[in-house]
């Protein structure tokens, strides 16, 4: 009789992991490189060769968020992420000492992914986004894809 106690609760022991292992879900694992908020995309371009052209920035800060992106940038483009509680994303970016602030204006779209993963956003830029130039090293900013939903696209470009 003891034996068989023995076993029999071996056997539920068992019974009750497998249950526990296969309750879990496909939800229940946010796999790495899935879904998540997509980045604006800013490229630069020269003002006066109308070409995309690389620059170097000393710094890239947010506004209203207390945070350093960047304390130096180089390169052709950038990828800056947008503020998802709000309508409005403000960066200021310093060349050569001079300071303008980019307000990029957006309405911000939550997507639910699954259990684990939560929600991503994804954004569209809208038409009336601005400079803010304290001396004026920007000269202007256009937006080419107003939908960001990949990081690959370039989103707008800002004229030097």
């Avoid at 296969?22 to 908020?37: A, L, M, N, R």
């Avoid at 709000?86 to 957006?106: A, P």
């Avoid at 004026?136 to 990081?151: A, L, M, T, Y």
Wanted: proline share 1%; hydrophobic share 35%; glycine share 4%.
């Amino acid at each position: 009789m003891g034996t068989n106690s023995k076993t029999i609760n071996r056997i539920i022991k068992i019974l009750l992991t497998f249950l526990i292992i296969s309750s879990c879900e496909k939800d229940d694992i946010c796999i790495e490189g899935s879904d998540s908020t997509n980045r604006i995309t800013i490229g630069f371009i020269n003002y006066a060769s109308d070409s995309p052209t690389g620059i170097n920035l000393s710094n890239i800060s947010g506004v209203d968020n207390d945070s350093i992106v960047s304390e130096s940038f180089s390169g052709n483009e950038i990828k800056l992420p947008l503020m998802i509680n709000s309508d409005e994303t403000k960066y200021v970016l310093v060349l050569n000492k001079v300071s303008d602030t980019l307000t990029i204006y957006h309405q911000t779209n939550h997507l639910y992914l699954n259990r684990s993963c939560g929600f991503k956003s994804n954004f569209l830029i809208k038409s009336d986004t601005e400079i803010i130039k304290e001396s004026g090293w920007i000269r202007k900013v256009s937006i080419v894809q107003d939908s960001i939903f990949n990081e690959e696209k370039t989103n707008i470009y800002i004229h030097y």
